[in-house]
């Protein structure tokens, strides 16, 4: 005990010493990643991996941006084109050039001073035979050592499922595959699988003695029952009965059974090696297994062995009603973790902390925490473990020997100081993938830099979007869709969809453990369970936001307590012929309200269904609003954006201006975007059909002529058309936005791809709908009718001049707000993110559209050709701004890289000025002050000055192509003199005059002299 105690105590020394050391390297700097001065994202894949990212180092830099930004970069599934479906979080990607390749982009980033923030996904893996974790869980079940890792209801609402889980990856109904043959049993060496063409099922080995013992008695009788081939055989089924079921979660039987299996595996493999006849006979016995098609009762079996397993194989279309893993919303190749677990969270997170501990990289982005059992708790254990690998660190310099007991303590100690504020709280830059709804806020208690920026992208698309066109436009859209469609309710019955479709299994296995925590009280016991579920799913029908974050301890912020209180209510006055009690108990299950005497195991359950809750709303909310909701509710799809609100007809900059406050008073860190990998248009796309909100009038007219015109294509199927009015008025915003700047030519390869492009994204699009066709009931007449029309309309040439006049008028006022929206996130509070390529005018659409490959070569011609004339001197500089800036030259695109080139550089010289300034409202004076946004940066005496134009379509068309500017822009006295840091002009006086601002260039960036 003596001995034991002064362990303890040099353990306890130790760390206090590492900390010490720590908090002062804190305080000088050292350890804390720097936010980055902007980021630039790149999509990663087996085609550009790790070296082709490096190089695109040097052009990168020259750009101006501070640090890369990569998609997930662990490894993923084999071919994955995002990256998001990892199945081994302690290697980078082998398709991407893994560690060797990585290491050669982190020194060419090292080399110019640049960071890289990684993307990481914490909330799910990808599942298949690549995920030791997942194979493993396949086998053993409960028992498996990584069962703690994967989010499975092992005593599910079916009975069948007990202490299994659902894999529904089969093609057809069970028994039809069994019976064609398509499920094999294989034998590799001394393990045996399923297959089922490219998957791999994996036996247990409690059920591997069913197939060597089968028929074993011709195998003795052959051998002689003394031989040793057949003793050791019979040795191996007798070690593998013998182990633990996989019920038991002991931890010590899950190591026993983890360390047997594998033993009794390489055992059979060296007898099959050493013994032709043994080796004959369990080949012969895997092929009676197997059984023959037309033959139904010799796969008998077949499923029995099947039978036996951890895991039942279904088909496919089952899963939205009996899965029992939680999922990455409904995509069942995507199983979700239980990071709350520390030791899958250490597992997760080893090698991307090692990563950020070496400088190889700089910051995290962290994917979905909404699907976290508890986020801000996992933002703290990141912190605190990245703080723990300075510490490791720190420890092996000073020549520190930590054992176990001083690791364990030292985390304990670093949570504790985090805790009490004696530590820096965010010493990782991390920013957080985190939706906002409309006036919601980042919960304060997260330990992170700020959001991707979704809630900044709705706010500043809003800008450009004509308020006073809204009642037009809602008269124009009830035209198209047959009447007043109201987006609220649309939300409520897409929700409706998905809770009673692809996510139904989570539906149920909430209401169950709501009737469960009924039964355990008299006076809410006679609560049927279809009462609780009606209750359950209005509940989710209506919440508002993605998500509460009840903690761990039962914690309910003022936040939550008033979204629930609220859903209640409506809830309530929503369901006359429920019992209103009902609605109360579900309240005050999740606000943790206890009613007196319940039992602490009746208070876990309590809190164990808030938890839970939580983690399914947010998935309901996407899967209903952004991947179905947003594909049937098209009055102006501009509008229809990650983080934005359709049904607010644009923002004003009142409402910009107090977003940026917020911002730099809470989340000065937070990135600023314009396009991402999940937005549904790019920012260029989204501009030019928000012009069309000055245009209602001429939109209106051209929808009614088309309709006419290509009447011809539309198909007429049994009660509908294909497509019918709506979805014809989808793909018509979407021609005006992507319409290329050079026109169409029928017969052209460029027009070949654009069709190609356009009918794909017309997929995309009706399926998620969910109205005549979906991903799980395709309906390939109504698909075909949409291809055939596209295809009829644009071989018209008489409708591509027509739509071609309206889609150029739509761009010349969109590619001023283009550069608008750039300008405006270049100098606001945050950290400007740029989406790989839309540095010129990119007309991509959603995802997979918006991964297509970029010329980095035109890009890096062009960034060269503008700094050899900006190098020419300032009268160079003004001629370049004035040329590419002119409305004749803007489809080019060399006005936004200059724009971007020259911002980017800006926020590398005032890096602090650009994260830490005030944000200062600037308002014009004029007659045309409603159409210019303004603000400044001041800090220390520096300041820099944003002023954009706004709703400018009927301004250009009164200026004969380029609006004629009247009126000034006071600057509040910042500065005596400022310059253009774009055009060089320079500006005295405190409101220079907004023709003196726009005269050489569409949009002003200032710096103070």
């Known amino acids: 005990m003596g001995a034991e105690n002064g362990a303890g105590a040099a353990n306890a020394a130790k760390v206090e010493e590492l900390l010490g050391a720590l908090a002062e390297a804190l305080a000088r700097g050292e350890g804390v990643t ?55 979080h302690a290697r980078l990607d082998p398709e991407l050039g893994g560690e060797e390749g990585y290491a050669r982009l982190a020194a060419a980033c090292r080399a110019r001073g640049m960071g890289i923030l990684l993307d990481y996904v914490p909330n799910h893996m990808g599942i298949g035979p690549w995920n030791a974790w997942w194979m493993d869980l396949l086998e053993n079940g409960p028992s498996s050592v990584h069962a703690p890792a994967f989010d499975v209801d092992w005593t599910p609402l079916k009975s069948e499922l007990a202490n299994k889980v659902l894999v529904p990856v089969l093609g057809d109904q069970f028994g039809r595959v069994l019976e064609r043959g398509e499920l094999r049993l294989a034998r590799d060496g001394g393990a045996l699988a399923i297959r089922y063409f490219d998957h791999t099922f994996p036996v247990a080995p409690r059920s591997v003695p069913l197939v060597l013992r089968h028929g074993i008695e011709r195998l003795r009788e052959a051998l002689g029952p003394e031989d040793p081939s057949l003793q050791e055989l019979e040795s191996i089924c007798t070690a593998l009965d013998k182990l ?79 899965i029992n893993y939680r999922r990455f919303f409904d995509v069942n190749a995507l199983a979700a973790l239980r990071m709350e677990e520390p030791r899958v969270f250490a597992e997760a997170h080893r090698r991307v902390l090692a990563l950020l501990r070496d400088g190889d990289a700089t910051g995290l982005r962290i994917d979905h925490p909404d699907g976290l059992y508890a986020p801000a708790a996992y933002f703290r254990r990141l912190q605190a473990c990245y703080l723990a690998e300075r510490a490791r660190a720190l420890a092996r310099a000073r020549g520190i020997a930590l054992e176990n007991g001083a690791e364990a303590l030292l985390l304990e100690r670093l949570f504790a100081e985090l805790e009490a504020g ?27 830099d700020g959001t991707t920026g979704y809630e900044l992208l709705a706010a500043v698309n809003g800008l450009f979007v004509d308020p006073a066109a809204q ?18 309710r649309t939300v409520e019955e897409k929700k409706r969809l998905v809770m009673s479709s692809s996510m139904a299994s989570e539906i149920n296995m909430l209401a169950h453990r709501l009737s469960r925590i009924s ?39 003022a936040r939550d307590r008033d979204y629930v209180e609220a859903t209640i209510a409506r809830a309530r006055r929503r369901s006359p012929l429920v019992d209103p009690s009902i609605y109360d108990f579900l309240r005050d299950v999740l606000l943790q309200r206890y009613p007196d005497g319940l039992p602490e195991a009746a208070r876990c359950a309590w809190l164990e269904f808030a938890l839970k809750l939580q983690q399914v709303t947010g998935p309901v909310t996407a899967k209903a609003v952004e991947d179905t909701a947003f594909y049937c509710y098209v009055r102006l ?157 644009l071989a018209s040439r008489a409708f591509l001049r027509d739509l071609g006049a309206l889609a150029e008028r739509a761009a010349r006022a969109g590619r001023i707000s283009s550069l608008a929206q750039v300008a405006l996130k270049l100098a606001a509070p945050g950290v400007p993110d740029v989406y790989q390529g839309t540095e010129l005018w990119d007309l991509s659409l959603v995802d997979p559209d918006n991964r297509r490959p970029v010329d980095w070569a035109r890009r890096a011609r062009a960034l060269e050709a503008i700094q050899a004339e900006l190098a020419r001197g300032p009268e160079a500089r003004r001629a370049l701004a004035r040329r590419l800036g002119a409305p004749d030259a803007l489809a080019g695109g060399e006005a936004k890289l200059l724009l ?41 005496g520096r300041a820099v000055a944003c002023a954009v134009p706004r709703l400018v379509l009927r301004l250009q068309d009164q200026g004969g192509g380029a609006p004629r500017w009247e009126g000034r822009l006071p600057l509040g006295g910042l500065a005596a003199r400022w310059v253009d840091v774009v055009t060089g002009t320079v500006h005295r006086g405190d409101a220079p005059a907004l023709a003196d601002l726009f005269a050489d260039f569409p949009v002003a960036l200032l710096a103070s002299e």
């Open 471 to 488: 009642r037009a436009f809602d008269a124009l859209y009830a035209r198209v869709a047959g009447g007043r469609q109201d987006y609220r």
């Open 244 to 322: 633990a079921p996989r019920s038991e979660t002991r931890p010590e039987a899950v190591a026993e059974r983890a360390r047997e299996k594998e033993v009794a595996k390489r055992r059979l493999a060296a007898l099959c090696d050493a013994s032709p006849a043994v080796r004959a006979f369990v080949d012969e016995d895997v092929a009676a297994f197997n059984g023959t098609p037309g033959d139904p009762r010799s796969f008998d079996l077949l499923q029995r062995l099947l039978d036996a397993q951890a895991y039942r194989l279904a088909f496919w279309r089952v899963a939205g009603e009996e």
């Open 519 to 557: 039964e355990t009280d008299r006076r809410t016991r006679d609560f049927t369970l279809n009462e609780l579920t009606r209750a359950l799913v209005e509940y989710v029908a209506l919440f508002p936001v993605y998500r509460t974050y009840v903690t761990r301890r039962g914690e309910v912020d």
């Open 34 to 88: 720097p936010r980055p001065a902007s980021t630039y994202r790149l999509q990663l894949h087996p085609g550009f991996g790790f070296d082709a990212a490096a190089a695109l180092v040097p052009y990168l830099d020259a750009l101006g941006v501070s640090d890369v930004y990569l998609s997930p970069v662990l490894a993923s599934a084999p071919g994955s084109t995002h990256g998001y479906d990892v199945v081994d």
């Open 637 to 793: 799809v501009s509008l229809n954006e990650v983080g934005a609100d359709p049904d607010r007809f644009g923002s004003s900059p009142d409402e910009l201006h107090a977003l940026l406050a917020e911002r730099r008073a809470r989340f000065p860190g937070s990135l600023s975007a314009s396009s991402t990998h999940d937005t549904k248009r790019s920012e260029d796309v989204r501009a030019r059909i928000s012009a069309l909100s000055e245009l209602p009038g001429e939109l209106r007219a051209a929808v009614s002529r088309w309709g006419r015109v290509n009447r011809p294509h539309v198909r007429r199927l049994e009660g509908r058309t294909a497509p019918d009015r709506r979805d014809e008025y989808l793909l018509y915003q979407t021609l005006l936005g992507t319409f290329p700047d050079g026109g169409l030519t029928p017969g052209t390869p460029a027009h070949a791809d654009y069709l190609e492009r356009m009918q794909a994204y017309a997929q995309k699009a009706l399926r998620e709908a969910k109205i005549h066709t979906s991903w799980t009931h395709p309906d390939e007449e109504y698909e075909g009718g949409v291809r055939a029309f596209l295809a009829g309309a």
């Open 422 to 448: 004696r530590l820096p709280a965010r010493p990782l830059y991390v920013v957080a993938e985190k939706v906002l709804a409309a006036g919601e806020r980042l919960p304060q208690g997260w330990d992170v």
């Open 900 to 940: 971007l080139a020259e911002g980017l550089r800006l926020r590398r010289r005032e890096r602090a000025l650009l994260l830490e300034g005030d944000h200062r409202p600037l308002a014009a004076e004029g007659p045309l002050a409603g159409h210019v946004v303004a603000f400044a940066r001041t800090l220390g």
